[in-house]
């Protein structure tokens, strides 16, 4: 019998609040400053409005107010993380975004199932690197109501 290979993934690490999270390195377009956001009517309070990024209007999601934490204005830290998953692009609003990790197959824990930090439907897993706990989205299920929205606009 050959043993399972450890297979090792590129995540971005991004700070909301005190807390990290990790998405995979694939799933994002580009990193950006906070440029001019075109609010947009009748839409859920975290959808921040629309974006013109290269020619592309982008819609801004507001990770905070998504997860339930209190807004805060945005600084020189505040970065949109331009994600891209199957046909959709769709930027996030993080309060930082700077670090880039390899994890392994074998560091990412099942989340706690007392895990209360944000909507667990939303979580693949945890992970420690460097003492602190991160925690890996699932962006399928993060975009699912955007997904929605989507198809039934068209």
């Known amino acids: 019998m050959s ?7 590129k995540h971005i ?4 609040d005190t807390e990290y999270y990790g998405i995979p390195v694939e799933s994002v377009g580009s ?3 906070v440029q001019k956001i075109t609010r947009v009517p009748n839409t859920k309070p975290y959808m921040k409005g629309v974006m013109n990024l290269r020619g592309i209007i982008t819609p801004i999601i507001d990770l905070r107010k998504k997860f339930g934490l209190e807004s805060i204005d945005f600084d020189d830290q ?7 998953l199957q046909d959709m692009t769709v ?7 700077n670090d880039v990790i390899d994890l392994g197959s074998s560091t990412i824990e099942p989340p706690p199932e007392a895990f209360n930090s944000t909507h667990v ?4 897993g945890v992970t420690k690197e460097n003492n602190r706990l991160i ?3 699932d962006l399928e299920k993060v975009l699912h109501e955007e997904e929605e929205l989507a198809s039934n606009q068209s």
């Open 121 to 124: 439907d939303y979580i693949k």
């Open 135 to 137: 925690v890996l989205l």
């Open 31 to 33: 990193i950006e400053r």
């Open 78 to 84: 505040t970065r949109i993380l331009i994600v891209q």
């Open 91 to 97: 930027g996030f609003i993080v309060d930082e975004a």
């Open 13 to 16: 690490v991004f700070k909301l």
């Open 3 to 9: 043993e399972a290979v450890e297979q090792v993934t």
